[in-house]
């Protein structure tokens, strides 16, 4: 019973010391880390016995290695095969064939042509022109007066004047009127008068007066008319009958070409981890494989196309051009000058000076009133109208200086009037009519028949010899080159450090004195 505990701790103790990171050399005496001590460090300064031993170690290396594979090439080879084939060959038939030709019938009508002439009519008209002719007007003036002497122009004008005549009531009636009298004081004065004496010099110029004249011209001038007709031209042209054959060819066609995953061979090798053989499968491809090949019927249509001329009629448009002759007015201005002669007046001012007396009166103021009759009138109011002549009074001033008059020479535009003739064409549009002849072509259809020959395509049997590819498959080696991985084992050696034989076992566990 005591030597079955001892056993049974022994035991324990060894699978203790197996269960540390280091190998179970000496029972894990090597490994410090597990030596049971709480400092490995003073267990080592602790100059025990040590001895050195060599320890295996294993290393990945990778090896370059060949293999020899195989792969899978097509060849085409030709084989000769004898095929039934079908010839069409072609025979001619006629038929008969109806058709329908249009014939032309033409007509003589009349049709109703309207068309316009342009005629010229002359007429004389009258126009009136106003012109204006420079008259010479001499008035009297005097300078440096102290009054105004208004000198008047008279017009003679005629109009319709709208009156309204009065009838008069009269009645006397008395007023005082007061009344300022200017009682006049002379005196006499001497001056210097500058004056200016207007002296007239004619002379005699010619101006170039251009007027137009216009003059008819008339120009006989043609236009065409256009007459069409149809015109029929028989002509020949030739036409493509197309026709055919079926042909039937008989052809071989590869198969398709599939892809198949294969697997190259295994090998087995030695694992040192494992301590065993392991088997390495081998690596997995893609090969095409050509499928074994179909024959295929193509029927072909063969087109065949042959001429024939045929008649054929065409109808062209035919224009025939005519001249008409028509008379046209065309008017021309013609440009004529004339020379006119006239007198110019041209004033020249000549100055002059001389010594005058004068008086000055002075007036002086005086009132004064008396009773001065008035006749009062009250008018009854009626409306008449009546053409009268009247004349307009254009008052012109006039400074005077006593003893002291000269002459201005004023120039006054007369308008004047005068009728011209002329003659004015107006083209008048006279409608008239004519009966101008046409053809009208009718087309009269006929039925025919004519032979037409045509083709017929017969069958012909026959035998050929022809060449069908076929594909052969043979294997192809080639070399492939990869890396393999190899574990090498190695022999390094380690110093480790053991105490006496006995000695620690005892320390740690007592129960292994065998003499207690």
């Known amino acids: 019973m005591t030597r079955l505990s001892r056993t049974l701790t022994l035991a324990s103790a060894i699978v203790l010391l197996a269960a540390t990171t280091a190998p179970a050399g000496y029972l894990g005496v090597a490994n410090y880390r597990n030596c049971g001590c709480d400092q490995p460090a003073a267990f080592c300064e602790a100059k025990l016995p040590s001895h050195t031993v060599m320890r295996t170690t294993r290393r990945v290396v990778m090896e370059r290695q060949q293999f020899t594979c195989f792969k899978t090439v097509f060849e085409t080879v030709y084989d000769e095969k004898q095929v039934n084939c ?95 009298v200017n009682k006049p004081v002379w005196e006499t004065k001497t001056r210097t008068i500058n004056y200016t004496v207007p002296k007239r010099v004619w002379e005699t110029r ?44 008989i052809s071989e066609v590869p198969g398709p070409v599939i892809h198949r995953v294969i697997r190259q061979p295994g090998c087995w090798t030695w694992d040192p981890e494992c301590c065993r053989r392991i088997f390495i499968p081998g690596s997995c491809q893609v090969v095409q494989i ?50 006119c002669p006239y007198q110019v007046c041209r004033v020249i001012l000549e100055t002059r000076s001389r010594t005058c007396n004068y008086q000055v009166c002075r007036n002086v103021r005086e009132q004064k009133s008396k009773q001065v009759p008035y006749t009062v009138c009250r008018l009854v109011p009626e409306t008449r109208s009546r053409t009268c002549s009247y004349r307009v009074c254009r008052m012109v001033r006039e400074q005077k200086v006593r003893h002291c008059n000269y002459r201005v020479c004023r120039v006054v535009r007369e308008a004047r009037t005068r009728t011209c003739h002329y003659q004015v064409c107006r083209i008048l549009q006279e409608q008239r009519s004519k009966q101008v002849p046409y053809t009208v072509c009718r087309q009269h259809t006929e039925t025919r028949v004519k032979q037409v020959p045509y083709t017929v395509s017969k069958a012909v049997h026959y035998t050929k010899t022809v060449q069908v590819p076929r594909s052969v498959s043979k294997q192809v080696p080639y070399t492939v080159e990869r890396c393999v991985p190899r574990v090498i084992c190695e022999q390094v050696p380690v110093d480790i450090c053991c105490p006496p034989a006995g000695g620690l076992l005892r320390q740690l566990f007592p129960i292994l004195d065998y003499s207690g």
């Open 206 to 249: 010619t101006r170039t007066i251009a007027y137009n004249i216009r003059k008819p011209v008339y120009e006989t001038k043609y236009r065409e008319s256009c007459e069409y007709r149809v015109k029929p031209v028989h002509y020949k042209k030739k036409i493509q009958i197309r026709s055919g054959h079926w042909d039937t060819q």
């Open 290 to 339: 050509q499928c074994p090949p179909r024959q295929v019927c193509k029927r072909t249509w063969i087109p065949e196309v042959r001429e024939e001329e045929i008649d054929c009629v065409r109808y062209v448009q035919e224009v025939i051009k005519k001249k008409i002759p028509y008379t046209s007015c065309r008017w021309v201005t013609e440009r004529h000058t004339k020379e």
């Open 86 to 180: 079908v010839r069409y060959v072609r025979e001619t038939k006629i038929r008969d064939c109806p058709y329908t030709v249009t014939r032309p019938i033409y007509e003589t009508k009349y049709r109703t042509v309207n068309y316009t002439v342009r005629k010229p009519v002359w007429e004389t008209k009258t126009r009136t022109i106003n012109y204006t002719v420079p008259k010479t007007v001499w008035e009297t003036k005097t300078r440096d007066i102290h009054y105004t002497v208004v000198k008047p122009v008279w017009e003679t004008k005629t109009r319709t004047i709208n009156y309204t005549i009065r009838k008069p009531v009269y009645e006397t009636k008395y007023r005082t009127i007061n009344y300022t």
